[in-house]
């Protein structure tokens, strides 16, 4: 069974940072051609996956929304198995769970390609 569990979230103000985190016991994942993602689902939008960043796990390689460019860092540490999301200068508007997902065979910004998720990690932004 795949698991991917996510950490980090939590209560900030507005104008701080969080790194999150991700960890999976599944190995498979951090071999070519795989790839891992970050979403979040905000309040009232229990029905749509935001796409945030992608990243490869083997050669590193990021790719970003567009919306967040700049903002946002997604990164891995191939030693513990764990996927990072830094978020710098938050807004209330970051308010939602956010999500890790792996097993995608190309950075892809579409929710449907990656078929393992985490349960997500509350992240609440207060102005």
């Known amino acids: 069974q795949v698991q991917l569990v996510e950490s980090g979230g939590g209560s900030v103000q507005a104008g701080g940072s969080l790194r999150l985190s991700c960890v999976t016991s599944?190995?498979?994942?951090?071999?070519?051609?795989?790839?891992w993602g970050w979403f979040r689902q905000a309040p009232g939008k229990e029905r749509e996956r935001e796409f945030m960043?992608?990243?490869?796990?083997?050669?590193?390689?990021?790719y970003y929304a567009e919306s967040v460019k700049g903002r946002v860092t997604i990164s891995r540490d191939k030693v513990n198995y764990r996927i990072y999301l830094q978020i710098d200068d938050l807004s209330p508007e970051d308010t939602a769970v956010y999500y890790c997902?792996?097993?995608?065979?190309?950075?892809?910004?579409?929710?449907?390609?990656?078929?393992?998720w985490g349960q997500g990690t509350q992240v609440t932004v207060s102005s």
């Open positions: 960043a992608a990243i490869y796990w083997m050669s590193g390689q990021p």
């Open positions: 997902a792996a097993g995608a065979d190309e950075l892809s910004p579409v929710e449907s390609r990656y078929p393992y």
């Open positions: 599944a190995r498979i994942f951090t071999a070519d051609p795989y790839a």
